[in-house]
């Protein structure tokens, strides 16, 4: 009798009774939704492809939506293959559905706001579900309660005092470090919540970051590994598949990277061996200042890279980077001034002299051209190569041009020839032309 009547209650009926009239007439209005999905495995409300709207979804995402199994998810590939917005619809709808604390990371704070922070609250708008913003404090609820906080973790003391987090998203997962990782995975404790995951977004930058030895070269019966390229995306522009299909022929770096989001085979790296971690001011105080610039393009980054150096005991500490493409002049000068900058001695690129020179202009005063001589490549590189190399690691940037920048290697023979790729420098050829002066010259022979 009593199964009975047990078999006859509505599952569906059930959950809407325990959700208020407010938060059940925002799921019925939510674009993502073809109809709501009813209450099981207790109180936790799971969610399948057969619920949702398809023309708002890539199909690789619809079939992984509802796994909520594996603690780690490792969304990989080439660029705009929509991991980033394809992970952040799946923890947007596990968060709808039930009552989460999410807390979404990238490794510098001042790119949150314009890559993860925007996709979240783009998808929030897109499926029409209420939310409160606060823009400073960069936090997002939802209409049940359901936080989503944003933090860098160059902030990672605020972060060690937020309680009871139930997930946790790390936008470009390839720039945080092992130990950033392992910190974040002890926040994410099991407690009452259901589900606890952490979702990571990323490219396959390189074979020496943390990331491929840990999901690739590492076995972990607890992560699902999702790989996908641009063709798995049916909502990139033809603009952007054309770009990425053209690195084909102008970088093939790039292209394996970027295009077939493949880990790309790793030749022989120009600096083997980098020290990352955090450097303090107080720790290099005493020692000398240098600050190089490379120019860019359109499409290329101008960058420039910042730190001290300690002759004497022949390590090169680098603690600052900037790195922006399709910069003016008058914003390149604006912000050498922003970053405090503006009274060094700047070494930049002598290919761009009207450019210095209008620098000079602009209050930049001090900024002056680097001398390439002949092989200045090659006898930077290796006046370098003979320092210890720290870099902050909040310098993600100069940190994944150390882990690509490689030796070319001779078509015919296969041999690494005594030249570097043209790629993966902007940062570092803006250090060489920062340390330049302090070199000493003296010429050994150079290996490979
Ligand atoms: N379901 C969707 N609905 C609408 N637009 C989408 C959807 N999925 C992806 N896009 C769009 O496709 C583009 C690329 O997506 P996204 O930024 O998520 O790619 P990605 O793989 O994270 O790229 P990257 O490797 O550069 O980080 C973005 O403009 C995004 O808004
Ligand atoms: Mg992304």
């Known amino acids: 009798m009593k199964n009975t009547i047990k078999s006859n209650i509505n599952k569906t009926s059930l959950i809407e009774e325990l959700l208020s ?19 099981s495995f207790g109180d936790f409300r799971p969610i399948k492809k057969s619920y949702l709207n398809p023309n708002k979804f890539n199909g690789w995402i619809l079939e992984d939506i509802g796994n909520y199994k594996k603690r780690y998810n490792i969304y990989y590939g080439g660029g705009g293959s929509g991991k980033s917005y394809g992970a952040a619809q799946k923890i947007v709808l596990k968060a709808a559905l039930n009552k989460r604390k999410v807390l979404v990371v990238r490794k510098i704070r001042a790119t949150v706001k314009h890559s993860i922070y925007a996709v979240i609250k783009g998808i929030l708008d897109n499926g029409n579900l209420k939310h409160t913003e606060n823009k400073s404090d960069m936090t997002l609820t939802l209409f049940n309660g359901s936080v989503f906080l944003f933090k860098g973790l160059d902030d990672s003391e605020k972060i060690k005092s937020i309680a009871d987090i139930t ?59 999702l790989h996908t390229t641009y063709t798995d995306n049916r909502f ?12 084909k022929e102008t970088n093939p770096a790039y292209y394996k990277i970027y295009c077939l989001g493949e880990f790309a085979t790793l030749d022989k790296l120009v600096f083997p061996i980098i020290e990352k971690r955090l450097i303090s001011s107080e720790e290099v105080a005493h020692l000398k200042f240098f600050a190089g610039m490379d120019f860019g393009y359109i499409n290329d980054d101008t960058a420039i890279i910042s730190g001290r150096i300690d002759k004497k005991n022949k390590v090169i500490y680098i603690t600052g980077e900037y790195f922006r493409k399709a910069m003016t002049n008058d914003v390149i000068a604006q912000t050498i001034k922003a970053l405090g900058l503006q009274k060094e001695v700047i070494t930049a690129d002598s290919a761009e002299q009207k450019s210095i020179a209008e620098l000079r202009k602009l209050g930049i005063s001090r900024i002056r051209p680097a001398q390439k001589g002949k092989d200045s490549v090659k006898h930077g590189l290796q006046q370098l190569s003979q320092y210890k190399i720290v870099v902050d690691e909040r310098c993600v940037k100069i940190i994944e041009e150390f882990e690509n920048y490689t030796w070319k290697k001779d078509k015919k023979t296969g041999e690494y020839i005594n030249e570097p790729i043209d790629t993966y420098n902007h940062g570092i050829d803006a250090l060489r032309y920062g340390l330049e002066k302090d070199m000493n010259s003296t010429v050994i022979k150079f290996f490979k």
Do not use: H
């Not at 009239?21 to 209450?39: A, H, I, M, R, T």
């Not at 990139?236 to 690195?247: F, G």
């Open 21 to 39: 009239d407010e938060e059940n007439g925002v799921l019925k209005g939510c674009s993502y939704f073809k109809k709501l999905p009813p209450v």
């Open 167 to 225: 997930d946790i998203v790390i936008e470009e997962a390839s720039e945080i470090t092992e130990d950033d990782f392992t910190q974040l995975d002890i926040r994410l404790r099991p407690l009452k919540a259901k589900y606890p995951q952490i979702y990571m977004m990323f490219n396959p930058v390189s074979k020496i970051n943390w990331v491929y030895k840990r999901w690739f070269l590492m076995k972990n019966e607890n992560a699902a590994i």
């Open 236 to 247: 990139l522009t033809e603009e952007y598949r054309k770009t990425l299909e053209k690195l």
